[in-house]
């Protein structure tokens, strides 16, 4: 059972093929492909959609590759499985998600057909007026706990950035300067298991896409852990 108007995150592997055909398709209808795959899953049965074949994972020799924009291999290229990003409610299975697309494709080019009774058309208004009311009680009244989370997120965020350290105008470009950077005190010798060690906490708080992300100390941090690393070795 999914939660109106919570969302989350969907990697959705696939062939490259089946990918860009998606992409299309959202793309002739104005969408995008999470909006696909929602109304496929609003008006066809569960158990329709469960029983559809699965166009299944991408085959090995079916491989895309990007270059990575963080970390210790920024840079570098990596070669990974073709994938859709899609963002929908909690509860639906990968599979479930890449059937519901490939129907989408298939009703598009009409080698599906679906029946629609009165029955189901009503269900679906109801389910959609429903959904719409919930959103818009959410939004004239924020649950208490969502009130909450925001104040505990301000407070962290805050927080980070009293205890963070403040981005060096010139970059980091001595060992003293890498070492303020990766909170070591200025007379440390850490090893590179610790080096590594702290990096990834550090990582984990000031990259861009973490709620308390910044871009000019992730850099930074990069910065820091290239030359601590050089010194090291």
């Given at each position: 059972m999914t939660t109106?108007g919570v969302?989350q995150?969907y990697?959705i592997?696939c062939s490259s093929?089946f990918?860009d055909?998606?992409?299309?398709?959202a793309?002739r209808?104005?969408v995008n492909a999470?909006d696909?795959?929602?109304?496929?899953m609003?008006?066809v049965?569960?158990?329709?959609?469960?029983?559809?074949d699965?166009?299944?994972?991408?085959?090995?020799?079916?491989r895309?590759?990007?270059?990575l924009?963080s970390?210790?291999a920024?840079?570098?290229?990596w070669?990974?499985?073709?994938?859709l990003q899609?963002?929908?409610?909690?509860?639906f299975?990968i599979?479930?998600?890449?059937?519901?697309?490939?129907?989408?494709?298939?009703?598009?080019?009409g080698?599906v057909?679906?029946?629609?009774e009165?029955s189901?058309?009503l269900?679906?208004?109801s389910?959609a007026?429903?959904?719409?009311r919930?959103l818009?009680?959410?939004q004239?009244?924020?649950?208490?706990?969502?009130?909450q989370s925001?104040?505990e997120?301000?407070?962290l965020?805050q927080?980070?950035?009293n205890?963070?350290?403040?981005p060096?105008?010139r970059?980091?470009t001595?060992?003293n300067e890498?070492l303020?950077v990766?909170?070591?005190?200025?007379?440390?010798?850490?090893d590179?298991?610790?080096?590594?060690?702290?990096?990834?906490v550090l990582?984990a708080?000031?990259?861009p896409?973490?709620?308390?992300?910044s871009?000019?100390?992730m850099?930074?941090?990069?910065?820091a852990m290239d030359?601590l690393?050089?010194?090291?070795t």
């Amino acid at each position: 059972m999914t939660t109106p108007g919570v969302k989350q995150s969907y990697t959705i592997p696939c062939s490259s093929v089946f990918r860009d055909a998606v992409q299309a398709l959202a793309e002739r209808r104005g969408v995008n492909a999470a909006d696909l795959a929602r109304s496929v899953m609003l008006i066809v049965p569960e158990k329709a959609i469960d029983e559809y074949d699965d166009p299944g994972d991408p085959p090995k020799s079916d491989r895309e590759t990007i270059v990575l924009k963080s970390g210790p291999a920024e840079g570098r290229p990596w070669r990974r499985k073709p994938r859709l990003q899609l963002r929908l409610p909690p509860g639906f299975s990968i599979i479930m998600v890449r059937k519901a697309l490939k129907m989408a494709l298939d009703f598009d080019t009409g080698d599906v057909k679906m029946r629609v009774e009165k029955s189901d058309i009503l269900a679906a208004e109801s389910a959609a007026l429903a959904e719409a009311r919930a959103l818009k009680k959410r939004q004239a009244e924020p649950p208490v706990e969502l009130l909450q989370s925001r104040e505990e997120l301000e407070r962290l965020r805050q927080i980070v950035d009293n205890l963070a350290f403040d981005p060096l105008d010139r970059g980091v470009t001595t060992f003293n300067e890498a070492l303020h950077v990766m909170g070591f005190a200025p007379s440390a010798r850490p090893d590179l298991r610790e080096i590594r060690t702290k990096y990834r906490v550090l990582a984990a708080i000031h990259h861009p896409d973490s709620n308390y992300g910044s871009h000019q100390r992730m850099t930074q941090l990069n910065a820091a852990m290239d030359l601590l690393r050089r010194h090291i070795t």
